[in-house]
């Protein structure tokens, strides 16, 4: 199934769950706007021209800005960023931030292209959706295959149509308004949402194993948490290869290793694994922190973790899900466990806004109280609908922007 198909799916369940009237259940369901850039031409640094496609799907502004992340990956196309966007609606509703969800992307592949070529790659789409994002519209931050300089880029070209605008993206350098604590954000919150589920089923990090698959922002930054709290890290992967070891990776190594050589491929501190297999190698718990739809009906029966963290964003297929579901495994949903990137945004945002920085420590004292908080109102629905997590999540943030929506006056005014 597509991402879309598949995010459609638990939309509607959860729209059912709740007896959600069929005209808002449609609203809800379609984007607010759709921007496809279909040139995106910049002079590559051999002269030639090359030309690529970007999106951007504002989806839902109910509840506030649209936020989300921008994607550059081969894969990018119309229905997976219309699901990522859907998904960031229902996940700043989970997380109870005062947003509603977008998501980016253009379809190239970042590591073959140079700094500079990127550079310019990113000022002309910036040139081409600058009237349609802003600080109280849509404010887009990092996502896989970019990071704060890419959101350094975008504010500076944004800035020169709008002047100084640091609040128009999140996950910025410092430097510029960037928030301490936002690049290990994402990470940070799997780590605080996988505490909060494993303490509900009373256990803790400490002497689980855990297989990761992605050691990108995400999943480096989980990786080095765990481990600084005693889990044992067993197989790692990422683009350019894996590794396992029964008797825990040492991670700080790892991240050595992977700064000096740009991938995880030639470490020494374990057995190389064939990447197709990570997902299936022996472990308690499983985090997913790279692409979507990587657990399907083909390898869920072969899992052995009995829960899975979705760091990344939809890696479960709703068959994978119904099958993992009959072998007891738990699963922790997307649009609550990796929740926390967004909600370090909206403090970033915050403190753009406001001209204060906070110290890093506010930012993680505040972003566990929202992730603990957040898990709570997901057991909630869990257990007013006799739903799964997954369900309770969606039924939570639906929820959230249906009576948003009802509230502003939705169906009144033209109607009459
Ligand atoms: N960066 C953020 O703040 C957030 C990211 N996410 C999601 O987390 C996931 C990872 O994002 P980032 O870490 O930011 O991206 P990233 O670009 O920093 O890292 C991606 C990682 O995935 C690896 N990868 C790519 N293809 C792979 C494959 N076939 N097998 C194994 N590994 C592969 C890459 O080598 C890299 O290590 C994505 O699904 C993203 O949407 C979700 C919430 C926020
Ligand atoms: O930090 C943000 O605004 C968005 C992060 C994101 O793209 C995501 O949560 O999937």
Request: a neutral charge; proline letters at 4%.
């Amino acid at each position: 199934m597509n991402a879309l198909a598949a995010t459609n799916r638990n939309f509607r369940l959860a729209a059912r769950l709740l007896g959600l009237d069929s005209k808002l259940e449609k609203s809800l369901l379609i984007p607010f706007r759709e921007i496809k850039v279909v040139e995106c031409t910049i002079p590559q640094d051999d002269g030639t021209l090359a030309t690529f496609v970007g999106f951007r799907v504002q989806h839902d502004n109910a509840r506030g800005p649209m936020k989300g992340g921008i994607r550059y990956h081969p894969e990018v196309e119309h229905d997976e960023v219309n699901a990522l966007a859907q998904l960031m609606t229902w996940k700043t509703a989970v997380a109870n931030i005062p947003y509603g969800g977008a998501k980016g992307g253009i379809g190239c592949d970042p590591g073959e292209l140079s700094t500079s070529e990127l550079e310019r790659l990113t000022r002309v789409f910036t040139q081409k959706i600058h009237e349609l994002i802003g600080i109280h519209t849509d404010v887009p931050a990092p996502d896989m295959g970019t990071g704060p300089q890419t959101m350094a880029w975008i504010l500076d070209e944004y800035s020169k149509f709008h002047g100084y605008s640091p609040a128009v993206v999140t996950g910025k350098p410092t430097d510029l308004g960037g928030s301490l604590g936002r690049d290990a954000a994402t990470g940070r919150g799997v780590v605080f949402a996988t505490e909060a589920l494993l303490n509900d089923h009373g256990k803790a990090i400490s002497g689980q194993k855990f297989v990761i698959q992605g050691f990108g922002n995400v999943g480096s930054w989980a990786a080095r948490l765990i481990h600084e709290k005693g889990g044992k890290i067993v197989a790692v992967s990422d683009a350019t290869g894996a590794i396992k070891n029964r008797n825990g990776i040492d991670i700080p190594s790892l991240l050595n290793h992977v700064k000096e050589n740009k991938g995880i491929n030639g470490f020494h501190g374990g057995d190389s694994l064939d990447p197709e297999l990570i997902l299936v190698e022996d472990c308690d718990i499983l985090i997913p922190a790279a692409l979507g739809g990587i657990i399907n009906r083909e390898n869920a029966n072969d899992i052995k973790a009995k829960f899975i963290i979705e760091a990344a964003n939809h890696p479960t297929d709703p068959e994978a899900d119904e099958i993992l579901s009959k072998k007891g495994v738990v699963i922790l949903p997307d649009i609550y466990a990796n929740s926390g990137g967004v909600t370090v945004s909206y403090f970033e945002w915050v403190q753009n806004l406001q001209g204060f920085l906070w110290d890093e420590k506010k930012v993680n004292n505040e972003l566990k109280t929202y992730m603990t908080k957040a898990f709570k109102d997901v057991k909630k629905m869990c257990q007013s609908h006799n739903c799964d997590l997954r369900m309770g999540a969606f039924t939570l943030g639906v929820n959230r922007v249906a009576r948003a929506t009802v509230t502003r006056g939705y169906g009144r005014g033209w109607e009459a």
